[in-house]
T-cell receptor, first 113, second 112 residues
Framework: DAEITQSPRHKITETGRQVTLACHQT?????MFWYRQDLGHGLRLIHY???????NKGEVSDGYSVSRSNTEDLPLTLESAASSQTSVYFC????????????FGPGTRLTVT | ELKVEQNPLFLSMQEGKNYTIYCNYS?????LYWYRQDPGKSLESLFV?????AVKQEGRLMASLDTKARLSTLHITAAVHDLSATYFC????????????FGKGTHLIIQP
């Protein structure tokens, strides 16, 4: 069965360190997304990609970057982790056609100390 | 900028009762999605609403979309404990690949 996976599932890091969160999907979807979830804010879009070599900023992209070198993967990098980036991160993907329904990964809980 | 407001944010209700969750959004969007999230889990897709007047039903849940009023509703009929979860509405931001803008979620507790 097709799926979307994230790793690690839990991560503790120190302020200032670079951290990369992995996202891998086997749906062969063109579109991939990264969201963060915080209490009181729901989910907010960080970055998204329409396909290989394409990346776009979402509403809370400062301090984050992504790259898309193949269809299956969209890693999220925190260049210099800050305590404000402690959150649960969800990756999602959707097909490049209607109904654009997004399927979510299991999430990564990141703690920055 | 698309803004999404869900009401209520917290709801405690008894089994067997009916209730409606409201989702208002600020700018035109003709695609809206409802998700369910259980504590500590990921998001599960419930409904995909693709046009004005769309209505979808699954078991005790029914969702509708009024794009002119920029309003979607999620109606719960004869609630049961298993429906306890957080429910999110999310209209599409722009084109199909532009991502979703989520409401803050409605935390629903259904008590026996």
């Amino acid at each position: 069965d097709a799926e979307i996976t994230q790793s690690p599932r839990h991560k503790i890091t120190e302020t200032g360190r670079q951290v990369t969160l992995a996202c891998h999907q086997t749906w062969n979807h063109n579109n991939m997304f990264w969201y963060r979830q915080d209490l009181g804010h729901g989910l907010r879009l960080i970055h998204y990609s329409y396909g290989v070599q394409d990346t776009n900023k979402g509403e809370v992209s400062d301090g984050y970057s992504v790259s898309r070198s193949n269809t299956e993967d969209l890693p999220l990098t925190l260049e210099s982790a800050a305590s404000s980036q402690t959150s649960v991160y969800f990756c999602a993907s959707s097909a490049g056609q209607e109904p654009y329904e997004q399927y979510f990964g299991p999430g990564t809980r990141l703690t920055v100390t | 900028e698309l803004k999404v407001e869900q009401n209520p944010l917290f709801l405690s209700m008894q089994e067997g009762k009916n209730y409606t969750i409201y989702c208002n959004y600020s700018t035109t969007s003709d695609r809206l999605y409802w998700y369910r999230q259980d504590p500590g889990k990921s998001l599960e897709s419930l409904f995909v609403l693709l046009s004005n007047g769309a209505v979808k039903q699954e078991g005790r849940l029914m969702a509708s979309l009024d794009t002119k009023a920029r309003l979607s509703t999620l109606h719960i009929t004869a609630a049961v404990h298993d429906l306890s979860a957080t429910y999110f509405c999310a209209p599409l931001r722009g084109g199909g690949a532009d991502g979703l803008t989520f409401g803050k979620g409605t935390h629903l507790i259904i008590q026996p």
